[in-house]
């Protein structure tokens, strides 16, 4: 059965029109089995305090798992004076069809000048136990600042990535409370796709940056040996690439690629068809989406 893989940054669900929907944010996704999202927002009063993971999950009948980059303090005292628990959060988040083994968040590095607006950056991970094709996801959302910012950024998603599947489980050995879950010890999968918004086009360095070749990779590297493969090119070489080759839809970058799903060697020969929908209107994003055969 072919897996089908979309990234969308959501925009904090605010669409080219100007209006807040999440639900039909949810609807142009629908197609994907794996969903990675950005600028995904929890219990924020611009939305009216929406958990929109969990509306997404319910609409799309997924599994879900959040990686925050920020929580900040959004409680209240109820009417008789006590403290309601809330949180504002914002971040990344992958959706699936099959349950997410585990997953973890992973704060990439900041370095922004004082005089600029920027915020912390996470890359998502999750397991995703797709039938005969176990799978390292993750969602990433680099900086809008400076390619500096981003340079600092790509070089530590390049650990995480190369690292994990050697030492980066989020636990080792086995134990009682592990075993009482379910999840007892077990290897990281070698297969590798990350997804997301990097707000780089492929003409900046640290697109070439974040390819390089890498001496170990922890996966398959990339039929050309460099260490991960842009699946949209890769389909378009293939002639199996559909849409306008652009991922944002406003502003200074409109017309720009900088939406990505980066594939390791043996699941960049597994594709069968990648495509942007550019008559979507949830968000100042298109979603990417590119399947693979199984």
Same mark, same amino acid.
């Given at each position: 059965?072919p897996?089908?893989?979309?990234? @969308? ?9 100007g ?10 996704? &629908?197609?994907a ?19 929109q ?17 920020? *929580?900040?303090d &959004?409680?209240?005292?109820?009417g ?40 912390q ?5 999750? /397991?995703i ?12 959302h680099? *900086?809008?600042?400076?390619?500096e ?9 390049r ?26 010890r077990?290897?990281?999968?070698r *297969? /590798? ?13 640290? @697109? ?8 170990t ?14 699946a ?11 849409? %306008?080759?652009?991922? @944002?839809?406003?502003?200074?970058a ?13 699941? %960049?020969?597994?594709?069968?068809? %990648?495509?942007?929908?550019?008559? &979507?209107?949830?968000?100042?994003? @298109? ?5 693979? *055969?199984?």
């Open positions: 059965m897996v089908t893989l979309a990234s @969308y940054n959501m925009h904090f669900g605010i669409g080219t029109d209006r807040y929907d999440v639900v039909r944010l949810a609807d142009a996704v &629908a197609a089995d794996i969903v990675c999202l950005q600028e995904v927002t929890q219990g924020w009063p611009q939305t009216g305090h929406e958990d993971l969990a509306t997404l999950a319910a609409r799309l009948d997924r599994h879900a798992v959040f990686g925050p980059m920020l *929580s900040l &959004a409680s209240f005292r109820d008789a004076g006590a403290i309601a628990q809330r949180r504002a959060t914002f971040g990344n988040a992958i959706l699936s069809r099959w349950p997410i083994r585990h997953a973890r968040t992973v704060p990439l590095p900041k370095a922004t000048p004082a005089e600029a607006f920027d915020l950056r996470v890359a998502l991970e999750g /397991v136990e797709v039938p005969g094709l176990p799978l390292r996801v993750y969602s990433v680099l *900086s809008d600042v400076a390619p910012q981003r340079r600092l950024q790509v070089d530590a998603l650990d995480i990535i190369a690292g994990a599947a050697a030492a980066g489980r989020p636990w080792d050995g086995t134990s009682p409370l592990m075993e009482f879950l379910g999840h007892g077990f290897e990281m999968p *297969s /590798v796709a990350v997804l997301g918004d990097f707000n780089f086009t492929p003409q900046e360095a640290n @697109y070439a940056r974040l390819l390089a070749p890498a001496a990779a922890g996966h398959d590297a990339a039929p050309d040996g460099r260490f991960l493969a842009d949209w090119d890769t389909a378009l070489v293939r002639g199996v690439a559909q849409g %306008a080759d652009r991922t @944002y839809a406003l502003g200074p409109a017309e720009a690629r900088i939406d990505y799903c980066f594939l390791d060697g043996g699941l %960049a020969g597994r594709i069968e068809r %990648a495509w942007i929908d550019s008559a &979507a209107a949830g968000s100042d994003h @298109y979603p990417l989406f590119v399947t693979l *055969s199984n």
